[in-house]
Structures are given as structure tokens and as C-alpha cells.
């Protein structure tokens, strides 16, 4: 029997200060003049926004800040962070005292990753690991417009390493938000199909963790509690309700607190090949990956697919079913890299059980 906490994670950093909003959305600028105010570290603040919401009006009371925003098309990658912060330093060589995140995982994760350069010098490939950010980051607020990745609540920021074919996170305590508002009134725009898939998130990583190998209590019950708000959210008659917007925030900050001190299992690993290959985005290709699931985990196989019956929600099929083997062979390289989850999924033996040929069969099905 392995032990509990065999994976090293006893010692967990979580959001300092957290709170929850419903129509005052203002109460965001307010958060950060009194933060701004306390930190007394000068009047540079940068929010960077989802470009959804560009050409809105939805935050025009925060003009008066440095705003930047983010092109979620494509997800982050040490690329497009590295040309980020020369542009940020060219226009100010003074330090931002806060740096603010508005939008989903993409656009938090940018903002995590821009807040440990600014005090880390270097090329953003050079943290990209376990506590390799040194320095504590810039004070940092994260106002999720989506839920279900947990970004707002995990110790990294995912970024997508083309030279080395990976993706992988800047893990360190210094990434973990200082402040989060939670708003779930900020959701109601979000289309009905990403709602779904990026919700899915929250369920899928927290099944991963719970069934794995290597587990940590505290992180145990963390996933219970996400995956019982999930059921009730998707077994709902409208997942999209007020009520259910609320429950699925909780289930995504939850979440991401649970994937702070455990690991995932064999759909994140895939699910990071379709997005290194194909450039499929995390969430939905969580989704596309459970279509091969039913071995690994067939009663959750099985609820996932009720769920998205339940919602309407149909999740693509054949995205590789017809690729080159040349496609395939990076599909696998691309996933069986991630050796701590596969490990934790299926135990030491994982590249014997998820050799090229079955990992073949399996993108197949999707």
C-alpha cells in the first residue's frame, strides 16, 4: 500500500485572501486602491483582460490602470510570455506593484507567469518546473470570468514549450494568487459548449487525483467536495442557472486547491498531446480525451458522457482518427513525457501499459 503522502506535498501554499462578489463588480477597483495603497510600492498597476471583453464596457471603471489585453486564442506559451514582458519593461523600466488577471486560465496564467519575471530575470523556459521561481513575484489578483481550470487557486502557470514539446508549469508558492475575487455574475456570457468543457475541467482533474496512487488527505477531500458540486451542476437542469454559476466557481477554486498537493492522471497527459500537436485548448481537449477513457476509468467514463447528454453538450469526435504516423508519434512523445501523473495513473510499469501502439488506438478513438 503506498503511502498517503508519498507525494511529497506536505507543506501546501493557498491564496492569502479570497471573497466572493454578485452584481458590484466595481468592488474590483476598490480591491486594488486599498491593496495598491498598502503595498506602497508605487502607482504601476497592470490588468490584463481577456480580449472578450475588448471592445466591451464591462470594465471601463478600471481605465485609469495599465491594461493589456490578452488574445486567449492560443494558449501561453514561453514564447509569447518572453516578447510579453519586453514589452512590458519598454514601457515602464518601474516594477508594476500589482498585477491583476481578469478572464480564464489563459489569461491568469499569463498574468502568474508575467509576475514571476518581473523579479525573476530570465527566460520564462528557465522556471518552468518545480520551485525554480526564486524570488517572491509582483502582489498578484485574479478575478476568474470562467470557471473550472482552478487557475485562480493552483501554485503554476501552464506553459506550452514548443522547443521542447511539453507543456509544463512555473510550480512554486511565489505563483499562488495573493487575492481572488470570486463574481460569478462575470460568467453569464461565457457560450453554453466552453461553459461545459471548461467546468469538466474541475471534474476530470480532481477523478484523476482521487483514483491515483499517490493521494494527500487534505487533497482527497478537496476533490470530493469538487466533484460533488459538479454533479449537482451538470446533472441540473440548467447548468448555466445563478445558483449553478456560483456552485461551479466553488468547484473550480476547490479544484484547484486539490491539484495543488496531488497529481493527475492519464487524460491531462494525452490531453497536453492534442494540445501540442493539433493546438487543441486544455479544456475541451480534457473532453475529447475522455472518449477513450472507458478502460481507465469507466463509471467516470460513463457519468462524464450522461452529463454532457444531460446538458446537451456534444463533445467532438475523430479529431485523430485519421493523422500520419508521424502525427501519432509526436501525439506520444508528447504525452508520455509526463511520467508523474502516468506514474501515479497506472504505477511504475505505465510505459509498458501505454506503449506506441495503444496509445495509438487510443487517439484513434477519440
Known amino acids: 500500500m503506498n503511502d498517503i503522502l508519498s507525494t511529497g506535498v506536505k507543506v501546501v501554499k493557498n491564496v492569502n485572501h479570497f471573497e466572493f462578489i454578485h452584481d458590484d463588480i466595481k468592488r474590483i477597483k476598490e480591491v486594488i486602491e486599498t491593496k495598491k ?37 492560443n494558449e501561453p506559451s514561453v514564447d509569447f510570455i518572453d516578447d510579453l514582458m519586453v514589452e512590458l519593461r519598454q514601457k515602464s523600466s518601474v516594477k508594476p506593484s500589482i ?13 502568474k507567469a ?68 470570486m463574481a460569478p455574475s462575470l460568467s453569464k456570457t461565457v457560450p453554453r459548449n466552453q461553459y461545459f468543457y471548461t467546468g469538466m475541467d474541475a471534474f ?7 483514483e491515483g496512487q499517490f493521494r494527500n488527505p ?23 442557472s445563478d445558483q449553478m454559476r456560483e456552485k461551479l466557481m466553488l468547484a473550480s477554486y476547490f479544484g484547484g486547491c486539490s491539484i495543488g498537493m496531488s497529481y ?3 487524460v491531462h497527459p494525452l490531453s497536453a498531446g492534442l494540445s501540442i500537436v493539433l493546438g487543441t485548448h486544455h479544456c475541451i481537449a480534457n473532453c475529447i480525451v475522455m472518449n477513450s477513457m472507458e478502460e481507465f476509468y469507466k463509471d467516470y467514463y460513463l457519468e462524464f458522457h450522461e452529463m454532457a447528454k444531460q446538458q446537451s453538450v456534444e463533445i467532438p469526435k ?16 508528447s504525452s508520455i513525457i509526463h511520467e508523474k501523473p502516468l506514474y501515479n495513473a497506472l504505477g511504475k510499469d505505465f510505459k509498458d501499459i501505454l506503449n506506441k501502439k495503444k496509445v495509438k488506438e487510443l487517439f484513434k478513438k477519440m
Not at 517572491?136 to 501554485?155: D, F, L, Q, V
Not at 476530470?204 to 482521487?210: A, G, P
Open 318 to 333: 475523430g479529431l485523430a482518427k485519421n493523422l500520419t504516423d508521424e502525427q501519432y508519434d509526436r501525439l506520444y512523445q
Open 114 to 181: 508575467s509576475a514571476n519575471l518581473f523579479t525573476n530575470h530570465g527566460k520564462a523556459c528557465e522556471f518552468q518546473g518545480w520551485d525554480l521561481v526564486k524570488k517572491p513575484a509582483i502582489y498578484k489578483i485574479a478575478i476568474p470570468t470562467i470557471s473550472g481550470t482552478g487557475a485562480e487557486a493552483t501554485r503554476t502557470c501552464v506553459l506550452t514549450n514548443y522547443e521542447k514539446k511539453l507543456k509544463l508549469g512555473m510550480n512554486s508558492d511565489y505563483t499562488v494568487f495573493d487575492y481572488v475575487i
Open 37 to 73: 495603497n498598502e503595498l506602497d510600492k508605487g502607482d504601476r498597476v497592470i490588468i490584463f483582460i481577456d480580449d472578450f471583453f475588448e471592445n466591451k464596457k464591462n470594465f471601463n471603471f478600471l481605465e485609469s490602470f495599465e491594461i493589456i489585453y490578452v488574445n486567449t486564442k
Open 204 to 210: 476530470i482533474h480532481c477523478i484523476e487525483s482521487i
Open 218 to 240: 487534505i487533497g482527497d477531500e478537496f476533490s470530493s467536495i469538487t466533484i460533488k458540486l459538479c454533479r449537482e451542476v451538470f446533472n441540473s437542469k440548467d447548468m448555466m
Open 99 to 111: 498585477i491583476v488577471a481578469i478572464g480564464g486560465g489563459v489569461t491568469m496564467d499569463t498574468a
Open 264 to 266: 493527475v492522471g492519464v
